[in-house]
């Protein structure tokens, strides 16, 4: 595996791509008025 | 010869003007278009309501009083021996549907393609919207023909409805028949002149038309659809159904904009999969490579379009069986929970079968380029999610188990299977699907390309990320709001899921523009080097669309069961009875059956147009 | 060795039935119904055919068997021997299909039947539409008085419903083993989860003999309870059917 080349540019848009979506999901929420987490 | 900065001669400037103007012309036809239905603003209804309520009070006392609903028996329904009024009305209905769906979504994307061949002045554009016009011309025809038929048989079995309905719409129903001089006007011109108005400003004064085309088209949609959704959530008249004088009110019902947006993103996919047969008949019966190359190209273009409106067509169908659900419990569980439950896992099968049809046309038409061969390993990954998906998509929750099996079980739930059949699991795999079938697509689009970006590695590997953090966050939605919180978060996690799709579809595709910036073509496409199985899947896609809209149609109609207008007007008619699931499938296949014999007459006339017959010794010298 | 391309269909389609049918019926314990697995075996067939046959090159190696079968002179004797066999199992197939058997028919039950808008409960007509827990909103108002209504809707519970439905109120009760179809799983994420309060009153107070018409035959043996609870019994018990369970009823707000 091309650690230089692929794999660090894969972790990091992971960690960049996870916290995007992470972040979508909760402003998506909270406009309807619920929470990312459930609680009652 | 001096080269240097051209000075704008007179022409230049006119045609400049000519464009400022003809675009604001269509500017202003759109928001004409938009603005006479209108679109809801919520809150200034809210607003409004107050104001309304008072003028609505102060017009009833001025203007005549309407009659309630009427209380209808079966007698009041004229009865012509032999012929089932409900069959015949349903069949007009549903064949005048089609023929509709596909002539209100040809103009819109043989606009676009317009406006494609405009741009890179490539004439095979041009000549492909022209000849995706003149499918539809007599398409036009059969829609008015059916229309007419519809309206007919309406007023002949249901005349105390249709008195109702078109007193209450009166006006709408006005404008909808005068809008019909225009759309057959803009239409026949928009056709017949095409080939005049070639070249400069007169193609503009023709991509106008195009859009007028729409305007029209649209409005006459959005009329139909006040008075088919009015039947199903009734606003402007109270509970014994008089009328409030409010037209606006009964045609902007709750039921109004759902059923808008479905049926236009669900009439583009339509038009595509119906002019895609059109162009996999010709391919089959072609006989020189050219044209054989041709038909492929078109074939290929109309899957595209398909695919497009495909991909977020599921969330419109969701949206508006949600909206019916908030609408009537009753018409809520009745739609998925009760009689047509099964339905809508025949409607779970058809729509796999797309999914798995416009795949197949894809990695079939990867043979067209000689670099594919680097991508057509994955295939096999991609079609094993895509079937296991499609199996979530359409486990039932309720079982048909055997005596045995239930026994087994120890009741009809399965422990396992049962939560596959709720719509978080169906959310979740319609989802999938999705991004795999725009995975294949940008397969497709890679093949032929060699990267030259020197961060092509990177590249790559940042999509792979995009790929799995949108597909973790798909399962994370579905899973922890789908089966461990309670309905409110199920239902509200259905956004961010469709939203990430949609994100990464577009955010791939844009960073595979720049990851094949300056690529270089591995080679020319060998357009018309795919087997012919492939074009059977096309002919599978349009007429699995077909079923499908025939049965949808069913439904939608269906649950309102014993009412005319719901909680309004009741149905006393003999036929007044939800038919078992074998009936009602029968119907629709048969109309089903009817329309490809259409269809296959529209294709003949299309080209029968073209051919010349010499009749030697025939004519007077 | 390579392994030609319709052996690897065979074994593919072969190993997800099987797989299927271990995980499911002796892993998981809980078998697979085969009216499913049909389903599901055609779908993965559909998929098996659309992988081999995308290129030209994999059709044809596929087909190649069956065409040198069909066509080849050196193979005549599996042609012959295939011919006779084939024709012999599809006719005993059929015959085996169409013998009458003793199996009771399958019935397709609607699980979710849809209410009526309104109907006639205690004497006075209700309107499902508008209809609402009359004790709900106290559990916001008071969090104490609320818990007394859930253990009177306990109380209820235990002496008439938990006999169905089972004192976990997962349809397990001391009648359930008896019941066809069984009490319905309070517990699981498709039933009262799913359903709105009013939903609930109407398939409590009218029972079995109460459900629509549409979806008959009704074999439930849902106690027509109005005639035995009080209206407020019946609403403290849906209290505590949402309670016991933690489930909330379905709402178009977060409250």
Redesign the interface.
């Known amino acids: 595996m091309d650690i230089k080349g692929s794999f660090i540019p894969f972790l990091g848009a992971m960690v960049v791509c996870c916290g995007l979506f992470l972040a979508l999901d909760a402003v998506l929420m909270n406009m309807q008025g619920l929470s990312l987490v459930f609680h009652q | 010869m001096i080269t240097g900065m051209k000075k704008p001669c007179l022409s230049d400037i006119r045609f400049l003007k000519t464009k400022v103007f003809l675009a604001l012309l269509a500017l202003a036809v759109i928001f004409g278009a938009i603005t006479f239905p209108g679109f809801d603003q919520a809150g200034v209804m809210a607003a409004e309501q107050g104001a309304a309520d008072q003028e609505v009070a102060a017009d009833a006392a001025a203007t005549a009083t309407y009659a309630p609903a009427p209380k209808l028996t079966a007698a009041d329904y004229p009865s012509i021996a032999g012929i089932n009024s409900r069959v015949v009305v349903w069949i007009f209905a549903q064949l005048h549907l089609w023929f509709a769906a596909f002539v209100l979504a040809v103009p819109i994307f043989v606009f676009i393609i317009e406006v494609i061949g405009m741009k890179t002045r490539d004439k095979r554009y041009d000549d492909m919207a022209y000849e995706f016009i003149k499918v539809s011309i007599t398409g036009y025809s059969l829609t008015a023909i059916l229309g007419g038929g519809l309206a007919f048989s309406l007023i002949l079995f249901y005349p105390h409805l249709f008195t109702y309905l078109s007193t209450i719409f009166s006006e709408s129903m006005f404008y909808y028949a005068l809008l019909f001089f225009a759309e057959s006007a803009v239409l026949y011109i928009y056709y017949y002149g095409w080939h005049w108005l070639q070249g400069g400003f007169k193609k503009w004064v023709h991509l106008s038309l195009g859009l007028t085309l729409n305007a029209v088209g649209t409005t006459l949609m959005l009329l139909a659809n006040a008075w088919l959704t009015f039947m199903m959530s009734p606003a402007g008249v109270d509970a014994a159904g008089v009328f409030s004088g409010d037209a606006w009110a009964a045609i902007h019902n709750f039921l109004w904009n759902p059923i808008n947006i479905h049926r236009f993103v669900a009439n583009i996919a339509y038009g595509g999969s119906i002019v895609g047969a059109y162009a996999a008949f010709k391919f089959l019966t072609a006989n020189t490579p050219q044209l054989r190359a041709h038909y492929d190209w078109m074939g290929y273009n109309a899957n595209f379009i398909a695919i497009c409106a495909l991909l977020p067509l599921p969330f419109a169908g969701y949206y508006l069986a949600a909206e019916i659900y908030a609408y009537s419990q009753q018409m809520g569980i009745t739609l998925m929970g009760g009689i047509f439950a099964w339905l809508f896992i025949i409607q779970a099968v058809l729509i796999g079968t797309l999914f798995l049809s416009a795949n197949y046309y894809l990695w079939c038409g990867m043979g067209r380029s000689d670099g594919a061969g680097r991508y057509t390993k994955y295939i096999k990954y991609i079609a094993i999610v895509l079937v296991a998906a499609f199996l979530v998509w359409f486990t039932p929750h309720t079982l048909v188990l055997t005596n045995e099996e239930l026994k087994a079980l120890g009741g009809p739930h399965h422990k396992i299977l049962g939560p596959l059949g709720i719509m978080p699991a169906k959310n979740t795999a319609v989802n999938i699907m999705i991004l795999f079938t725009a995975l294949s697509f940008m397969f497709y689009r890679r093949a032929n390309k060699v990267a030259t970006v020197s961060w092509v590695n990177a590249g790559n590997a940042i999509q792979v990320a995009l790929f799995t953090a949108g597909i973790a966050n798909i399962l994370l939605l579905g899973i922890y709001h789908g089966y461990f919180t309670n309905t409110v978060y199920k239902v509200a996690a259905s956004i961010p899921q469709v939203l990430t799709t949609l994100i990464v579809i577009v955010g791939s595709i844009t960073l595979d523009s720049f990851i094949y910036k300056g690529a270089t073509e591995v080679g020319p496409l060998k357009w018309g080097r795919i087997p012919e199985r492939a074009q059977y899947a096309l002919f599978l896609l349009a007429v699995s669309f077909t079923w499908l809209m025939g049965l949808m149609g069913y439904i939608r109609s269906g649950i309102r069961q014993h009412w005319h207008v719901v909680d309004i007007m009741r149905d006393a008619s003999p036929d007044a009875f939800t038919p078992t699931l074998g009936y009602a499938a029968n119907v629709v296949s048969v109309a089903a059956i009817l329309f490809m014999a259409m269809v296959m007459f529209v294709f003949w006339i299309a080209q029968v147009s073209g051919q010349k017959t010499l009749p030697t010794g025939y004519w007077k010298e | 060795m390579k392994i030609p391309k319709l052996l690897q269909a065979v074994l593919v389609l072969a190993f997800v039935y099987f797989g299927f049918i271990v995980v499911?019926d002796y892993i998981?314990d809980?078998?697979?119904?085969?009216?499913?697995l049909a389903?599901?075996m055609f779908?993965?067939a559909?998929?098996v055919f659309?992988?081999f046959?995308?290129?030209?090159e994999g059709?044809r190696e596929l087909v190649a068997p069956v065409k040198a079968m069909v066509e080849d002179p050196s193979k005549r004797l599996w042609r012959n021997v295939v011919f006779v066999i084939l024709p012999l199992a599809v006719g005993g197939g059929t015959y085996m299909k169409m013998l009458p058997n003793f199996?009771?028919p399958?019935e397709?039950?609607?699980?979710?039947?849809?209410?009526?808008?309104t109907a006639k409960i205690y004497g006075k007509r209700v309107n499902?539409?508008k209809l609402e827990n009359p004790y709900r909103k106290i559990e916001k108002e008071d969090p104490e008085a609320f818990r007394e209504l859930v253990n009177e809707g306990a109380a209820v519970y235990i002496e008439n419903c938990q006999y169905c439905h089972g004192d976990k109120l997962d349809?397990n009760g001391p009648y359930?083993a008896g019941l066809?179809?069984?009490p319905l799983?309070f517990q699981?994420?498709?039933t009262i989860?799913?359903l709105?309060e009013?939903?609930l009153f109407w398939r409590i107070t009218t029972g079995g003999p109460g459900l629509p018409k549409?979806?008959a035959p009704w074999i439930s043996s849902m106690p027509v309870w109005q005639d035995f609870l009080k209206e407020d019994e019946v609403w403290k018990v849906i209290l505590f059917l949402y309670d016991y369970t933690g489930?909330?009823?379905?709402?178009?707000?977060?409250e």
């Not at chain 3, 046959?53 to 030209?56: C, I, L, S």
């Not at chain 3, 397709?108 to 808008?117: D, F, V």
């Open positions: 499911f998981l809980a078998v697979i119904p085969s009216s499913l389903m599901y779908f993965v559909a998929g659309m992988v046959t995308y290129d030209e059709t199996e009771a399958l397709l039950r609607t699980i979710h039947p849809a209410p009526p808008s499902f539409l349809g359930a066809n179809p069984t799983n699981d994420v498709g989860a799913q709105q009013s939903y549409e979806a489930h909330r009823p379905r709402s178009w707000e977060h």
